[in-house]
Each structure stands twice: as C-alpha cells, then as structure tokens.
C-alpha cells in the first residue's frame, strides 16, 4: 500500500529564514508520480509540482526548490528567504503510473507553515 | 472567469435541512472530484466523476449525493447531515484520470452542521 508521511505538523520561521518541509512516501511501485500542494488560508490547494519517479533532478522555481531522493524516499520542499506570504498548509501526495482509482492521490497530513514578520 | 470555483464559500444548516454545494470548472477538464477535510485529517477522497459518469464513490454515507450534469459543473446534495459532517469540501478538478495528471482545486466550502 501507498503512504505519505509529513512528520512536521508544525513548523514557525521568521521571516528571511530557510525551512525545509520534509516528505517521506512508501510505495512498491517503481512509477510514481509525487506533487506538493499549499493551501493558503483562502482554502484552495495550489498545485506546485509533479515530478516523476525517473527523474530524479533537483528544481529550483524562484525561492522554492525541492530535493527528491530515491534512496531514502524523500521529497522534501525547501522555501529560501521564507515570507509572511508562504504562510500556509502544505501537503505532499504521491499517485501511482496508473488511470482509475489506482491513480488517486495519497496525500500526507500535511505541515503548516507560520513565518512571521 | 477561470479555474474551479465553488459555492457558497461558508454554510452553516441544521440537522434536518437539505442544502447543495456547487463547483464549476473552466479549465476543460474532463474529470471531477469531491474531498472531505476535517481537522487533523488527511484529505479524504469522496466521490469521483469521469466523463459525467461516477467512477468512485468511497464509502460515503447515502446522506451525501453528488450529481455531474455535464463535464464543467459538480454538486453535492446534502441531507441529515450529522454534526461530524463539519468539515470544509474541497472540489477539484483534472484533465483525465491518470495518475500523473495534477489536480486543480476550488476555495472550498466551510461546512457546520448544527
């Protein structure tokens, strides 16, 4: 069976720190997809990023980069110079190469993000 | 107007009342989707639309009716609820069922049943 795991419940910065939100996941699969969502106070989750499991390439988008390593199935998200903005939810999910109910997103519980001024 | 938009954004209703949630997508997405979040609770997937047709329905109570009359708009009839039915309902959105197509989700309906 598929799990994700956000071991952070909690994490509060001040702002122009680095936090790193970390996300440990559990499948059998060897295709997988794996997303990080935020959800901002508003309430919608913002998709911001899918990567597959062949692809193992560090990104860097602006402040956000995040750290994808196969040995020790992690995804972790890591927000530099944080701000009172990145103050919100965020969840990682992994899904499986599949269509159908075998496709869903499993999502973790999720790290809320306090970054104060 | 674009993305997924629901209504109303907050709900509050009785027991015995019988309400509808409403989520529109602009997106041209081809499959729909209910989320239950609770507090302290993972997202739950509730139901999910393919194509108009229910493709999943994960073992939510008959209380909880959801109806897809074409690809861009979603409901969930609400009747009896309980007081744990609180919750806020998240509808999304994506471009097929695969697994590697990312979800686009709504603001959300803040539920208290009372």
């Known amino acids: 069976a598929q799990k994700v795991t956000q071991a952070q419940t909690e994490i509060s910065v001040v702002e122009k720190e680095d936090v790193t939100l970390d996300c440990v996941y559990e499948?059998?699969?060897?295709?997988?997809?794996l997303f990080w969502y935020k959800q901002p106070p508003s309430g919608e989750l913002v998709f911001l990023i899918r990567?597959?499991?062949?692809?193992?390439q560090n990104e860097i988008s602006g402040r956000y980069s995040w750290n994808f390593q196969k040995s020790t199935s992690s995804f972790n998200f890591t927000i530099t110079a944080s701000q009172v903005v990145d103050s919100a939810v965020y969840f990682c999910a992994l899904t499986l190469n599949y269509g159908g109910s075998q496709g869903n997103l499993i999502f973790g519980k999720g790290t809320k993000l306090s970054v104060k001024p | 107007e674009t993305g997924v938009t629901q209504t109303p954004r907050h709900l509050v209703m009785g027991m015995t009342n019988k309400k509808s949630l409403k989520c529109e997508q602009h997106?041209?997405?081809?499959?729909m989707y209910w989320y239950k979040q609770s507090a302290k609770k993972p997202l739950e997937l509730m139901f999910v639309y393919s194509l108009e047709e229910r493709v999943e329905n994960n073992s939510v109570p008959s209380r909880f009716s959801p109806e897809c009359p074409n690809s861009s708009h979603l409901f969930l009839h609400l009747h009896t609820l309980q007081p744990e039915d609180s919750a806020l309902y998240l509808c999304a959105s994506s471009h097929g069922r695969h697994g590697n197509s990312p979800l686009h989700f709504g603001n959300g309906t803040r539920l208290t049943v009372t």
């Open positions: 997106l041209g997405h081809n499959a």
């Open positions: 990567r597959n499991s062949f692809d193992e």
């Open positions: 499948t059998r699969d060897t295709t997988y997809y």
